[in-house]
């Protein structure tokens, strides 16, 4: 069983600046591309960033881009979105996303976090 829990969410002004956390635990692996999502009331959920399993950067939203970054602690199972310069457009629930690999499986599932809530006041 594995397990996605987000944190680092709540309520902050505009131009201010918040990091959400996603630890990822259970039956893990290897983990392949982690990625943050966000689901704004009455839309339907898109994808903000993404890292691949190096660690490294591998997408970031142009609604996003020179504002939040995406980093792994690979050691930890553990990834961060730091959010800079937050707009009112910003507010969302953010999902964190996962490809895990359990032991004794020969494929990747793919695993959501529960959210949490960014609001983003003006």
């Known amino acids: 069983q594995v397990r996605l829990v987000e944190s680092g969410g709540g309520l902050v002004q505009a131009g201010q600046s918040l990091t959400l956390s996603c630890a990822v635990s259970?039956?893990?692996?290897?983990?392949?591309?982690m990625g943050w999502y966000r689901q704004a009331p009455g839309k339907q959920r898109e994808l903000v960033a993404s890292?691949?399993?190096?660690?490294?950067?591998?997408y970031s939203a142009d609604s996003v881009k020179g504002r939040f970054t995406s980093t792994r602690d690979l050691h930890k199972n553990t990834v961060f979105l730091q959010m800079n310069s937050l707009k009112p457009e910003d507010t969302a629930n953010y999902y964190c996303?996962?490809?895990?690999?359990?032991?004794?499986?020969?494929?990747?599932?793919?695993?959501w976090g529960q959210g949490t809530q960014v609001t983003v006041s003006s």
């Open positions: 890292t691949s399993s190096g660690g490294e950067e591998t």
């Open positions: 996303n996962a490809d895990v690999l359990s032991s004794g499986s020969s494929d990747y599932y793919n695993y």
């Open positions: 259970g039956d893990i692996f290897s983990i392949s591309t």
